[in-house]
């Protein structure tokens, strides 16, 4: 009797427990709502794409959006650790199960903090193109382009390897038709080593895009020589006269320092001394700065390849003071054990500027000229000359020429026989 009682009473009275219940939690969420109230915003940070599933047979060829835009909401605690925390948001599309073809395919959103609200993002669904990944190995063809200077010629160009491999959407893959390296020879006068990046091109010769071509460059090597009847020679200038008084000659320059011979009887190329000379270059009386042209002095059966003249530059100025030391010796240092060497031409003229009494005292014993061979094997070699003084005050202005032919050979011992 007294449960029915009970019963009766908590029946009677559920309507107002319900009602106090309601008050309470509107109570609670009022008072939890002004403490941290609910935001919404965009997503400060950029959100990559992230692509996952995908089967590792297919690639996609589709672009794709870097970023997708995302308002979220979310009450102002939740915020905080969305933006203070890494990798709270992901967008991602999920390749699992697709073929080759066109498909399209929804964006989703993953959060990590809770509770929060998508609003809304962009873009929400993407068209993918996913292709067959394909491969095919190509030989290499190398292009060679332009030419050695005149009187130069190339070896066989070396690889360091024969063939690449072509990776990429079976659709590309299938247009390309060759694999090329160009090597530009550009005039050169010495051996070539070079790394050249390879392109895939199609039957028009045009370039593909979106290949992985491994290696994607090769190394190329060429030995380039002087043929016979050539010779590169030095360019000797031969001033005369003086410049006006009260003036002195700071630079004489030649424009090519080297010139390339040719003669039919290649001893001809092969006795001349290592230069040529110019015809006279006359200086008296010059008072400025002035360009000339020269015509060389060849001997019979030798010729100049390219033009017959050569640029001289001539540089004067008002004295200080200028000091030409003509003949002075050449010397070469630093030659390995066993070498010798011969220098050509074996003198040379220095001009030498700075304070007049420190040239009015300077002996020639006090200058040296020198061609430092250190480390250099037998061979040919133009070196430009190197002059040597105590003088920090002095300048050198000019070495006529300024570049020397230096022979280097192997020294060669007689073996002595016994007496009989």
Do not use: C
């Amino acid at each position: 009797m007294k449960l029915l009682q009970l019963v009766r009473a908590f029946v009677k009275n559920l309507p107002a427990m319900l009602l106090a219940l309601i008050l309470a939690m509107m109570v609670w969420i009022s008072a939890v709502t002004s403490s941290d109230p609910t935001q919404e915003q965009a997503f400060p940070r950029p959100i990559p794409l992230q692509v996952v599933g995908q089967d590792p047979a297919l690639i996609l060829v589709s672009d794709l959006p870097d970023n997708v835009s995302l308002v979220l909401s979310a009450p102002k605690s939740i915020w905080e650790r969305l933006i203070s925390e890494q990798n709270t948001v992901r967008a991602v599309i999920d390749l699992g199960g697709l073929s080759s073809g066109k498909h399209e395919v929804q964006i989703q959103i993953q959060v990590r903090v809770q509770p929060v609200k998508i609003v809304s993002y962009s873009p929400q669904t993407l068209t993918v193109v996913l292709e067959e990944l394909a491969a095919r190995t190509f030989p290499i063809h190398l292009v060679e382009r332009n030419e050695p200077a005149i009187g130069f010629e190339a070896s066989r160009p070396q690889l360091s390897q024969s063939t690449a491999l072509v990776s990429g959407p079976r659709s590309i893959v299938d247009r390309v038709k060759e694999v090329r390296a160009v090597l530009d020879y550009a005039s050169a006068t010495q051996d070539i080593k070079q790394t050249i990046p390879l392109l895939a091109l199609d039957a028009n010769g045009l370039r593909l895009e979106g290949l992985t071509i491994s290696p994607d460059q090769v190394s190329v090597s060429v030995r380039v020589s002087q043929r016979g009847g050539y010779r590169n020679v030095v360019v000797k200038v031969m001033p005369v006269g003086q410049v006006a008084s009260g003036y002195r000659l700071t630079n004489i320059s030649v424009f090519p320092p080297t010139v390339t011979v040719f003669s039919s009887d290649p001893k001809l190329v092969e006795n001349l001394p290592g230069y040529i000379e110019t015809s006279p270059l006359d200086l008296s009386g010059a008072k400025d700065d002035f360009d000339v042209n020269l015509a060389l002095n060849l001997p019979s059966g030798v010729q100049i390849v390219g033009e017959p003249t050569v640029t001289v530059q001539v540089g004067i100025a008002a004295i200080e003071s200028s000091l030409t030391l003509t003949n002075m010796s050449v010397q070469i240092i630093g030659l390995e054990p066993g070498l010798k060497a011969e220098v050509s031409p074996e003198r040379v003229d220095v001009v030498l500027s700075g304070p007049l009494p420190i040239l009015e005292r300077l002996a020639l014993s006090e200058v040296r000229v020198i061609v430092d061979m250190s480390g250099e094997r037998a061979g040919k070699y133009q070196r430009e000359p190197k002059v040597v003084y105590d003088y920090p005050d002095l300048r050198v202005e000019a070495i006529l020429p300024s570049t020397v032919e230096v022979t280097v050979t192997a020294i060669t011992r007689a073996t002595a026989l016994p007496a009989p």
